[in-house]
């Protein structure tokens, strides 16, 4: 099991998800609001903390932070991802594996 199984997994036909940086990933959610992608943040993180991740025959622990914008809130794509990385920065701040959002 891997991350981007589960993130694949739980993103419907309309969405894109990917990897966007080295421990980051993407979620762009058609069709849904900033609720909608709270939702889906919150059920992909528990997904994640129900998970069995193997590193050497070992078990190991995953944690989620996620930021959630909506386009309707931004300018522009780059405003968009720029607000969105700011949640992630703000949930790892706040003591990770959570979900933050306007």
Not at 13 to 18: A, E, P, R
Not at 59 to 80: A, H, P, Q
């Amino acid at each position: 099991m891997d991350f981007a199984s589960i993130l694949k997994h739980e993103a419907r036909s309309v969405d894109i998800v990917g990897r966007f940086g080295g421990e980051e990933f993407v979620a762009i959610l058609g069709e849904t609001d900033t609720k909608g992608g709270v939702l889906f943040a919150e059920k992909l993180r528990e997904k994640v903390k129900k998970a069995r991740f193997m590193y050497k025959d070992e078990r190991i622990s995953l944690t989620v932070s996620c930021g959630v914008s909506d386009r309707k809130s931004s300018v522009s794509l780059n405003s968009l991802m720029k607000s969105a990385d700011e949640f992630v920065y703000k949930a790892k701040k706040n003591g990770r594996d959570r979900v933050e959002y306007k």
